[in-house]
Every structure is written in C-alpha cells, then in structure tokens.
C-alpha cells in the first residue's frame, strides 16, 4: 500500500476523505479507517473491514461522484477516542464516526454512520 497522508488531529479524517474520493482513490478512502472498522453504509446495511470499505468505495468512485468539504462540528475527545461530525450540505441529515488515536498518533475511524436522517413516522 502506498504512504498516505496521516489524519494526525480527528478533523484531517474529513478533510483527508474529500481529497482521496474526488481523486477517485478507494484505497486511499480506506486507508483512513482501522482494519475491523464498521461502516454503515450502504443505506440499511454495514460494511465491516478496511478490505470491504476499499471494494465498496471501487464501486462508489467509479461514478467519479464529486465531494465538497463540509465544515466539521466540534470535536469531542475522550482520551484516545473522538466523535467527529459534519451537517451535511446534501440533506442526509448528518454525518458521525468514531475515531481512534493509533499507537503513531494518527486517527483512524473506527465506526462511520455517512447518513443519519430523520425516521418517517
């Protein structure tokens, strides 16, 4: 795998991910999160593992979607482990993941919820 950028505060995850997709680079996506990371996505279902995360983003960036950067919310941190959140300027609601302090001191995510809207009743 080729050296990548390391997210070295919570936040550079987000600003990390945008460059990665728009260049159409899976692997680089999943080099962000941890090996047994769970992602929830797609919608309804969980993609478990950094191998998975890299297959599904092959299939995602294959449409060469194009990703704006979002302003991330505060930060919340507790020791090595952070939840790091944007609103979202497509409408899904919200965007969390929990992100963990690696042993180099780099974060990588650990849980992703992309999409977070609201339940119909």
């Known amino acids: 795998m ?5 997210a070295m505060r ?3 995850i987000t600003r990390l991910f945008v ?3 728009n260049a159409g680079d899976a692997a680089g996506v999943a080099a962000l999160y941890e090996e047994d990371a769970v ?3 797609p919608p309804g279902a969980q993609t ?3 191998d998975a ?3 599904l983003w092959e299939k995602v960036l294959a449409n ?4 704006e950067p979002e302003q991330p919310l505060p930060t919340l941190v507790s020791g090595d482990i952070a939840l790091t959140s944007t609103p979202p300027g497509d409408g899904a609601g919200a965007r969390a993941q929990v992100v963990r302090r690696q042993p180099d001191g780099s974060w ?3 849980l992703d919820q992309p999409e977070f809207v609201p339940p119909t009743r």
């Open 64 to 67: 060469r979607p194009h990703f």
């Open 48 to 50: 478990v593992g950094r």
């Open 39 to 41: 992602m929830a996505y």
């Open 2 to 6: 080729p050296e990548y950028e390391k």
């Open 10 to 12: 919570p936040e550079d």
């Open 53 to 55: 995360i890299r297959a």
């Open 108 to 110: 990588l995510r650990l």
């Open 19 to 21: 460059e990665r997709s």
